[in-house]
């Protein structure tokens, strides 16, 4: 099958939207189809010929108030990528800009189309103060897009229940892939865990963006917790105002591939603290290494926390709760060892091959060959 994945986000990008197109790309061709990555050009040097599968670039402008992130822009290379292509199926990878083109290109040229939902625009818009115009609008452009689409693919059930009361329609759940091999238990590295917590304290960790959104400001709490040392890895614009708000945490930076998960498995609790995922992959990261995982009831997090049983979900926002969860876990190396094994057992079975198979299900079913049974959202 040759699919053409349009995308807003790709490497050097490190993002949710951007890993998730990498790995289903690779595996794409890993099972002998043809995938093709249209996405905006970068700010920063990428050798595109490293990736097995061609890899079209298009104009893009920095994002206002985030620099780093690029909106690709409509231009007739879209198009002729595509037709080069032969592409049978368009995948729009968490669609806004540039996805909003491909999905005019794919019906002028009558393909059928599958729109993975990844970005909570509205809920942004919230937690930016943006106010109810634009989070209205935010969901009027996002429902035009996704119901040009034969599919749209929810990450979590909280997301497809989101999405339908909203008017989105054709809504089928698909949630993303975890490399249990890369994320490890066995990864653990006590020189790390002594660097990070000279004094033997119990190491909670935060791994993603920086960003207002992903309120990691709630952690000011568990990093008050006697005998815990919070450590932080990540980037983004919040990183000098979280420095100031939680001295005495650990700031490890941008970390990635074996580097990250040896930061992951040498943690003892991960702490999320985003109320809007509409998927969470460092938890599922997190329960692959073998760490229980307190997160807030929202999202993806119901998902992928089972409470009392591989971590905790708490209200979203309340650092009191949070800490309070922290603090159970902190207290109990037997918990911990029996949280963390089951969130381990959880997540064995969600490998990226395994999902790269149910969404070559619904690819299938969009362009009329035989289907993988696929889970229509309840």
């Not at 879209?78 to 592409?87: D, L, N």
């Not at 290494?289 to 307190?294: H, Q």
């Not at 997540?347 to 395994?354: C, E, I, K, N």
Request: net charge neutral; hydrophobic share 45%.
């Amino acid at each position: 099958m040759r699919i053409a994945i349009i995308t807003e986000s790709f490497p050097p990008d490190v993002n949710g939207v951007a890993h998730c197109v990498v790995r289903v790309a690779e595996n794409l061709v890993r099972k002998g189809h043809h995938p093709l990555v249209i996405a905006p050009e970068s700010s920063r040097a990428m050798a595109d010929d490293e990736f097995p599968y061609p890899v079209e670039r298009v104009p893009s402008v920095p994002l206002p108030g985030y620099p780093t992130f690029r909106l690709g822009l409509p231009t007739p290379r879209t198009r002729k990528a595509i037709v080069r292509h032969g592409t049978e199926v368009v995948h729009l990878a968490s669609p806004v800009a540039l996805g909003a083109w491909g999905a005019r290109v794919a019906r002028a040229e009558h393909l059928p189309m599958i729109a993975v939902y990844q970005t909570d625009l509205p809920s942004y818009a919230r937690a930016y103060h943006l106010g109810r115009a634009t989070e209205a609008f935010a969901w009027r452009w996002l429902r035009d897009i996704h119901n040009t689409a034969s599919r749209t693919l929810a990450p979590s059930s909280m997301t497809a229940a989101d999405l339908d009361t909203h008017g989105l329609e054709r809504v089928w759940l698909w949630g993303r892939g975890v490399d249990t091999e890369r994320f490890h238990p066995a990864r653990r590295d006590d020189r790390l865990r002594a660097e990070i917590a000279p004094g033997g304290e119990v190491i909670v960790g935060y791994v993603g963006r920086l960003a207002i959104e992903k309120r990691v400001d709630l952690l000011a709490a568990v990093a008050a917790l006697p005998g815990v040392k919070l450590a932080v890895t990540g980037g983004g614009p919040m990183e000098e105002e979280l420095r100031a708000a939680l001295p005495s945490a650990a700031f490890l930076g941008m970390r990635y591939g074996a580097d990250l998960a040896r930061i992951y498995a040498s943690l003892d609790v991960f702490v999320h603290t985003g109320p809007f995922d509409t998927f969470g992959q460092t938890i599922q990261e997190a329960s692959a290494s073998g760490l229980p995982v307190v997160a807030p009831a929202s999202g993806g997090p119901l998902d992928l926390v089972d409470d009392g049983a591989t971590g905790y979900l708490v209200s979203p926002g309340e650092p009191g709760e949070l800490a309070a969860a922290v603090g159970r876990l902190a207290a109990s190396p037997a918990l911990r060892e029996r949280f963390g094994e089951a969130a381990r057992r959880r997540v064995l079975s969600r490998t990226w091959s395994a999902l790269t198979d149910e969404l070559l299900g619904h690819y299938a079913a969009v362009t009329g060959a035989d289907a993988v049974p696929a889970r229509l959202a309840a």
